[in-house]
């Protein structure tokens, strides 16, 4: 069974930082492609970053130059380190894990992500 508990949202001003972490349960982690993904209210749901168990990223272009997405397979830990945060990245981030053998998509309860002043 796996798990996904995400933390470190919240209220930040418009230029601000914020670090995301998801902690996941189960022996896949290593194994799995986790992403980030966030949804604002209206729209649909759409992909931030994506990382391999190797450790290589990819971005979508909303996140280049901003946000970097990391991982401690160690810890069972994804990251997104977000910086540069606008208004408009205002949304709800969810933790994604890809199981590498089914394919199928485990969620998290998602964070809020508050961009305002």
């Known amino acids: 069974q796996v798990q996904l508990v995400e933390s470190g949202g919240g209220l930040v001003q418009p230029g601000g930082s914020l670090r995301l972490s998801c902690a996941a349960s189960g022996r896949l982690f290593s194994f799995s492609v986790m992403g980030w993904y966030r949804q604002a209210p209206g729209k649909q749901r759409e992909l931030v970053a994506t990382?391999?168990?190797?450790?290589?990223?990819t971005y979508a272009d909303l996140a280049k130059g901003r946000f970097t997405i990391s991982r401690d397979n160690l810890k069972n830990t994804v990251y997104l380190q977000m910086n540069g945060l606008k208004p408009e990245d205002t949304a709800l981030y969810y933790c994604?894990?890809?199981?590498?053998?089914?394919?199928?998509?485990?969620w998290g309860q998602g964070t809020q992500v508050t961009v305002s002043s």
């Open positions: 994604n894990m890809r199981n590498p053998v089914t394919r199928a998509d485990y």
């Open positions: 990382i391999n168990g190797g450790g290589t990223s």
